[in-house]
């Protein structure tokens, strides 16, 4: 009911800090008049993240911000960076961001840095217009370093960018008959934790993880592809709220097993389990949906009109009148659902 759709947004909107109805926020964001600017730090709150404060806040501008948490008893400071797109603006950001006095701890940093540091790493052919030594010396200031380790160098051959850009889904283009690979959306974070972040793996592609991507897929709304043309299909709202509820409730009761699970491989194991369970509880509610919409009061009324069709055609069909011109006045108006005698006189126009 539409009670209950408003009562699950509030919900969301709360737990997610959307609205400031309590003292503790999970979200912050930064906004701007330009549609191109603002940043935002959303916390999943059934994480193993705690205690989010804002850091900084009185500095945020429309192109960064930060927050600290603890995660696994450690305070972070977590920054998401919006870099402008001019040159000179982009030097005062990076100038800006090495002023600040850090506090104590790991740093994670993620975001759209527009810029790359070496020729080697960009998205376009014009190198100038994309390295900013600015960004080299951000990154020495705060002693950060990529996220994911950058093996490629000037002597890297093209085969080995192809295949950099295939594992790590980057950008890669071809310029001047080169294979490049930029990363402008990417991750940094301190020195002595990358070994921690490059440990952080995906699984691979394969039936399983595929099947729960589109089961997913109907929880986002996202368009289905018509196996027999080009033809876009979407779920119904009706269902989609009904499965994005069942698989939440799931979650709520499977998350506290996992999160006491210490064993790399094992957690993998119990995560795909829990998205085999998922897929599954989708599936099952969409047909459960399905059946109580056939048993709306539409889909009984359309019922009714076609055996109501039915029954007129069947009558008429026993008339000695069929071949005749009222006999097929008779039945254009049965299927039409109107009175024959609003179709005779177009009939005998027509004829």
């Known amino acids: 009911t539409r009670r209950e759709e408003e009562e699950r947004a509030a919900q969301y909107a709360r737990a997610w800090g959307l609205v400031d109805t309590t003292s503790h926020k999970w979200s912050h964001w930064t906004s701007n008049h330009h549609p191109a600017a603002g940043v935002a730090i959303l916390i999943n709150p059934n994480s193993a993240i705690s205690t989010v404060e804002p850091w900084e806040r009185e500095q945020w501008t429309p192109y960064w911000m930060a927050v600290t948490c603890t995660f696994l008893d450690v305070s972070w400071l977590l920054v998401n960076v919006y870099c402008p797109s001019t040159r000179a603006d982009k030097s005062a950001f990076y100038q800006h961001l090495q002023s600040l006095q850090l506090p104590e701890g790991p740093i994670l940093t993620g975001g759209d840095f527009n810029a790359c540091a070496h020729d080697y790493d960009r998205r376009h052919g014009l190198t100038s217009a994309i390295t900013c030594p600015d960004l080299i010396r951000w990154e020495k200031c705060w002693d950060i370093g990529d996220g994911l380790c950058w093996e490629l160098n000037e002597e890297t051959n093209d085969d080995s960018r192809a295949e950099f850009a295939a594992q790590r889904r980057t950008y890669h283009y071809s310029v001047d008959g080169q294979l490049r690979s930029a990363r402008l959306d990417r991750w940094y974070t301190s020195v002595h934790h990358a070994a921690w972040v490059n440990e952080i793996v995906t699984l691979e ?147």
């Open 205 to 351: 592609h394969h039936p399983t993880i595929s099947a729960f991507a589109w089961s997913c897929s109907i929880l986002t709304g996202a368009p289905q592809q018509n196996e027999h043309g080009t033809h876009t299909l979407t779920r119904s709202p009706f269902i989609r709220d009904l499965q994005t509820a069942a698989v939440a409730e799931f979650l709520v009761q499977a998350t506290p097993s996992i999160l006491a699970i210490t064993d790399k491989q094992e957690i993998i194991d119990a995560w795909e389990t829990i998205k085999v369970a998922a897929r599954t509880l989708c599936f099952k509610v969409a047909a459960q949906g399905r059946r109580r919409q056939r048993q709306s009061y539409m889909q009984r009324l359309k019922q009714l009109e076609r055996r109501y069709r039915e029954a007129v055609c069947f009558a008429l069909r026993q008339q000695d009148e069929a071949g005749t011109v009222q006999g097929i006045t008779k039945r254009m108006a049965a299927l039409a659902l109107v009175e024959p005698g609003s179709l005779s006189s177009g009939n005998e126009r027509g004829i």
